[in-house]
């Protein structure tokens, strides 16, 4: 059935997902919730709200450009959400194709902190990709909802899967080692090759999915339609 947009949840669960012998896909989340998002659409239609458990509220303005305010209703400090690689994880154009396409994929959250001189980038999502940095002062589960707020809401806005969310298959884990290419970067190194360098300058490749799972061919009876999942993100 119809799932109205308010009621469309997004839930971060503290486990692992366990999956049904001899399924696919079909498995079970762990129980405990440890953070949740809730939608809201203002009457003009004109911006998405999401709060957040933890105490902030995003708001994503729909206009011919699009604009992303973020806010605690616990704290007084600045905290801006800008587009595209900001401050410490801006990238020059010989180290990546740095293309207006590219910049759009990121979002970095910019704070004053107390401890810092100026502004400082404290996390950096890419909502293409599902992919989040952030300094250890963040909130990861914080981080977690608002990559999958922004996600949600651009599938809304340009109706199509953006962010894979429709993707169904049951993801292998790869060999160990296989996909840890930029996660360490060698400090003064002046290596050109892209797995030595951080993940956000070659994101499409050091990203890509691993070729271990395999597409559905076809759902079981617990998998339920896929035309039920393509209406709860994409009505």
């Not at 659409?41 to 303005?61: M, P, Y």
């Not at 977690?144 to 949600?152: F, G, I």
């Not at 962010?163 to 400090?187: F, K, N, T, Y």
């Not at 951080?198 to 691993?210: E, F, I």
Request: glycine share 6%.
């Amino acid at each position: 059935m119809a799932v109205k947009w308010e009621d469309r949840n997004i839930e971060v669960r503290e486990g692992s997902w366990s999956y049904i012998a001899s399924a696919s896909s079909v498995g079970y989340a762990p129980e405990k919730v440890v953070g949740t998002a809730t939608p809201t659409k203002d009457q003009q239609g004109n911006k998405v709200v999401w709060r957040f458990s933890t105490g902030d509220i995003l708001t994503v303005g729909l206009g011919d450009d699009l604009s992303f305010q973020l806010k605690d209703e616990n704290s007084e400090e600045e905290a801006r959400l800008l587009v595209g690689r900001r401050l410490s994880y801006t990238v020059s154009k010989e180290s990546s194709s740095n293309n207006n396409s590219d910049e759009e994929q990121y979002l970095t959250l910019v704070r004053s902190l107390p401890d810092h001189h100026g502004a400082r980038a404290t996390v950096l999502l890419n909502w293409k990709l599902l992919a989040v940095e952030f300094l250890p002062q963040e909130d990861s589960v914080f981080v977690l909802l608002l990559c999958m707020a922004v996600a949600r809401t651009m599938t809304e806005i340009r109706r199509e899967d953006v962010a894979g969310l429709l993707v169904r298959r049951r993801i292998h884990e790869a060999r160990a080692g296989q996909r840890d290419w930029g996660s360490v970067m060698l400090p003064n190194s002046p290596s050109s090759d892209p797995h030595l360098q951080p993940w956000y300058r070659y994101a499409s490749q050091v990203l890509k999915p691993a070729e271990t799972g395999v597409m559905l061919t076809k759902y079981s009876p617990a998998d339920g339609k896929d035309e039920l999942y393509r209406q709860a993100l994409i009505p």
